[in-house]
């Protein structure tokens, strides 16, 4: 790209001090339209109801889940997720209770990997999975990695490198970090990485995470 | 005496893994969103769909008979002016998140629109008169200069985006007797404020316990029981049965906070021997309806001359809370691309110019050599030397590499906290407070600060904090918490240990003053010793109690006031795309005392992580059309994934002598502005305002 030569500071001349009038003028972010009418859409509305009063769509239905090797019956409505099941359902709802709200709800449709369980042997959003897909397959939260009571390699290094701060986000990055070091012991950093890159901290703990799980998969190739 | 920390330490300023990590990592750790009391019912709200507007008509009976609805709430009644797109209306309490969120649509509002503002820039025009803020005759200054700069910077409105939202259990033991499990940064306001409120404050001999073990992030947004904490525990009176209310992601971002934006046009003077002898701004920002969005300015550097007028504008849409160094990530924005260009125009050596120009009053001389000790070794771990160019890449080819750098200050002032540690005749010690941990490891501090006092390992000591009837401390809140609590604990083990020393003392056949204790033993200065099990079992039956107070005035040199901070960035931007990535950060950090040397380096690096997110991703975008937020969720308003972050170095500076100072804030003021310095060294034109998504860095080289 060519270069202009950019106009040089006046060092004489400049007029000391603004008014709002020029501040207006030259500041403000680029691409935003500078005027709206301030009356638009005035005038009276109404909202609601929007829906029938006796409630809408079917009733619980039966739902049979095989939760971390243990199989649990639950009635919920056909429309709430995997995710809110097991978080609110199982406790709730079920004769012998389970209390599984390890895995987190944050954004409640698939952006930043708080929820994330295996299912199948696969990850998924379970913020975005309802209840009733995933029957008939295996499913797996953070509750499940533990193996005779001792932490999965995964969980041991976020805990040692303190790859984990308010902690929220981590059951999510211990299952795809888990999921990503299972399938492939051997991943390289990019490949971790870009596992890992469904999931969002707010704390700011990627860096130690990232080195958590290589530590993890150099524990679980010395394992095999 | 005054009390002081041991000059030998045996267990702060360690790295110790956080106790309560294997409970988050395995899913156990009980966080208020996953507490499922007996008979729980689900609380949602009903929110204004208006950026303004006023409540004509509103029908809460006709959804008692709703299915699965137990309880309703009116907020607002009719006539109430609701000031933004998300303003709180009314609550209801159902059998099932489902049902509650359908009741919410079976209610029937009918609304009066009104006039809206969206626009900072439009709200300037009606904002009221400020006073200005001058420190000598500007005119003089820029008299002075051999060259004047002027520039436009600005950040954007951005929010908190706490993972765990924001909200509580609320479950009433019995007509007197309320237990909140409350997502907050204060367990002591959170069930004071519960308390005092207007509709439960009648309620005679009304005690309320706020439990918080566990909490999934605040960064300044949670300090009490908001509206919708006041309206779960409403329900829940009313329905007689525990109830949920948190957040949904959207009214997260409409309603629980945000940092203010700020825009300024600016004019900076210096000479050429290295003076900065004028600073001239104008700015304005909103914190919201409400308007509040100053940011302190000059910011760490000190012009001779300046003069200052600042506007707070409102606009209908949610307000501000305290974010992550209220006010000063927006100060490092403006002051530091400022000085960046005018130390481009000038042709001097940038580091130099920013030692040579730190400000010479309050604490900034002691901060002074700290500075330069942070500029030349974040310098050399960037490879300044190497990598730097005046501005302007001119590398051939469409990437194009620059650095930046910026420097911060914080307070950090230990926060008042009370703190009791129990020594049992069995060796068992307990150390506890009213405080919290928002993930910044105030649970593992507490335990290590004990500990060091007594000569025990940190699993020695039981830490109990996160529950509002302990010993009161304040909210976590402007980095004050580790001060704060490291100095009530470690006193009262102080006092514990003293009264420990008394007792023991006829046994060893010596006085209490010849005492210590150390690994695990209370020694004499005669050679003789007892294990801490055997000194203990002197007490016989009567455990000893020793309480601190950060109020102390034996107390106060344990703890110190203001940081400083230097971040440096190295990036690459693509011109031909606008994508902007980072090769790396340097962050050196100063917090006086390093209690936790792993945890610490944590917050550094959490710091750095949001600075980037705001330089590069951050924005709330209002709808010109209609007021809302047009991403109110985690695809439109986003965060940084793993493959955006950089690698990232951390380097502590270590000042026992200053006493413990906070760290929460610090990291998370530089890091935007260096990188906005780094972007323009890359491409030879100040893009100016945040954050750098490809369309600015584009308009801005259209410009060029």
């Known amino acids: 790209m060519k270069k202009k030569t950019r106009r040089p500071a006046k060092a004489t001349g400049a007029k000391p001090g603004f008014s709002r009038r020029n501040f207006i003028q030259t500041v403000g972010i680029a691409g935003v339209g500078a005027t709206i009418p301030l009356m638009q859409g005035c005038g009276t509305t109404e909202s609601g109801p929007d829906i029938p009063a006796e409630g809408v769509g079917p009733t619980p239905v039966d739902v049979a889940l095989n939760v971390n090797g243990q199989d649990v019956r639950i009635k919920v409505e056909p429309r709430v997720t995997l995710l809110d099941a097991l978080r609110d359902h199982l406790k709730l709802g079920s004769a012998d209770p389970v209390d599984l709200t390890g895995s987190k709800r944050v954004c409640d449709r698939a952006s930043c990997g708080a929820c994330t369980m295996m299912v199948g042997g696969k990850t998924v959003y379970s913020c975005t999975t309802l209840a009733i897909e995933a029957q008939g397959k295996e499913i797996r939260t953070v ?7 001792t932490l999965h390699p995964v969980q041991q290094e976020f805990v040692a490198c303190d790859g984990l701060m308010c902690g929220f986000c981590t059951p999510g990055f211990i299952m795809s970090g888990a999921a990503c070091l299972e399938k492939n012991p051997n991943a390289s950093r990019d490949e971790i990485r870009r596992a890992l890159d469904g999931n969002i901290c707010r704390c700011g703990t990627q860096i130690r995470a990232l080195e958590a799980c290589e530590k993890a998969a150099r524990r679980i190739k010395g394992r095999r | 005496m005054p009390y002081k920390w041991p000059e030998k330490k045996k267990v702060i300023g360690t790295s110790v893994p956080r106790l309560d990590g294997a409970f988050k990592a395995t899913g156990k750790a009980k966080y208020s969103f996953d507490r499922n009391p007996p008979g729980l019912l689900f609380a949602k709200i009903l929110r204004s769909p208006h950026a303004h507007a006023k409540i004509v008509e509103i029908d809460l009976k006709s959804i008692e008979t709703f299915p699965g609805v137990k309880a309703t709430h009116l907020i607002k009644g009719v006539g109430a002016e609701l000031k933004y797109g998300g303003d709180e209306i009314a609550a209801v309490a159902a059998e099932t998140e489902e049902q509650a969120r359908d009741a919410l649509r079976a209610i029937r509002v009918k609304y009066e629109v009104l006039p809206f503002q969206w626009s900072e820039e439009e ?32 950040c954007p409105v951005i929010t908190h985006v706490c993972l765990e939202t924001h909200g509580l259990v609320a479950w009433w033991k019995s007509d007197e007797e309320l237990l909140l499990y409350a997502s907050t940064q204060a367990v002591v306001k959170t069930a004071a404020d519960v308390k005092g409120d207007a509709l439960f404050k009648t309620i005679p001999n009304l005690k309320v316990t706020c439990e918080t073990p566990y909490m999934g992030g605040g960064f300044g947004s949670k300090f009490g029981p908001d509206i919708q904490g006041i309206a779960a525990v409403e329900l829940a009176r009313k329905a007689k049965r525990p109830v949920k209310l948190m957040l949904e992601r959207d009214e997260e971002h ?30 304005y920002g909103t914190g919201g309806f409400s308007g509040g969005a100053q940011f302190p300015l000059p910011y760490v550097y000190g012009p001779e001359t300046s003069r200052r007028k600042h506007f707070n504008v409102s606009v209908n849409a949610g307000d501000r809370r305290a974010l992550r160094a209220p006010g000063h990530p927006q100060s490092a924005i403006v002051m530091e691309q400022a000085m960046d260009d005018l130390i481009d125009k000038l042709g001097v050596d940038p580091l130099e110019f920013r030692i040579r120009n730190i400000q010479k009053t309050g604490v900034f001389p002691t901060l002074q050599p700290i500075y330069e000790t942070e500029i030349r070794l974040g310098a050399e771990r960037i490879e300044w030397k190497k990598h730097w160019h005046p501005r302007g890449d001119k590398t051939p080819g469409p990437l194009k590499r620059g650095l930046g750098c910026a420097l911060g200050t914080w307070n950090g002032a230990a926060g008042q906290a009370q703190a009791s540690v129990t020594i049992r005749p069995d060796g068992g010690v307990e150390a506890a407070c009213g405080t919290q941990d928002l993930g910044t490891g105030t649970t593992t501090l507490v335990p290590m600060v004990a500990a060091e006092i007594l000569g025990l390992g940190v699993k020695d000591v039981t830490g109990k904090i996160g529950v509002s009837s302990f010993p009161p401390a304040g909210g976590s809140g402007g980095s004050t918490s580790c001060g704060g609590v490291s100095l ?5 083990a102080m006092k514990a240990l003293a009264m420990l020393f008394e007792k023991v003392a006829p046994k060893l056949g010596c006085a209490p003053a010849d005492l210590r204790a150390e690994a695990g033993r209370i020694v004499s200065s005669n050679g003789k010793s007892l294990s801490w099990k055997d000194a203990c079992a002197t007490l016989e039956t009567q455990p000893i109690v020793g309480i601190g107070d950060r109020a102390d005035k034996e107390i106060q040199g344990m703890s110190g006031v203001g940081v400083g901070g230097a971040q440096f960035a190295d990036v690459t931007v693509d011109i031909e795309t606008g994508q902007v990535r980072i090769n790396k950060m340097v962050a050196v950090a100063d917090c006086g005392l390093v209690m936790n040397r792993l945890l610490c380096e944590s917050q550094v ?6 600075a980037i997110n705001s330089a590069l991703f951050e924005e709330r975008r209002l709808d010109p059309k209609t007021g809302l937020m047009l991403n109110p969720d985690l695809e439109w308003y986003r965060v940084a994934g793993h493959s955006d972050l950089p690698e990232i170095e951390v380097h502590l500076l270590d000042y026992p002598e200053r006493g413990v100072i906070g760290i929460g804030e610090p990291p998370y003021i530089p890091g935007a502005a260096a990188i906005a310095n780094a972007v323009a060294n890359a491409v030879g034109v100040r893009v100016g305002d945040l954050p750098f998504s490809p369309r600015r860095i584009l308009s801005a080289l259209a410009k060029k």
Not at chain 2, 124 to 140: N, R
């Open chain 2, 605 to 610: 690096y959490g710091g750095v992580i949001g």
């Open chain 1, 143 to 149: 509750e499940g990695l533990q193996e005779n009571g």
């Open chain 2, 123 to 154: 709200a300037l025009k009606v904002a009221p008169e400020p006073k200005t803020d001058e420190v000598g005759k500007v005119e003089d200054g820029f008299a002075k200069a051999d060259v004047v700069v002027e520039g436009s910077y600005s």
């Open chain 2, 488 to 492: 009530a604990v470690g006193v009262a």
């Open chain 2, 254 to 283: 409409w309603a629980a906070g945000n940092r203010p934006s700020a825009f300024a046009k600016v004019k900076i003077g210096g000479t050429r021997d290295g003076k900065l002898v004028a600073f001239d701004a104008l700015t």
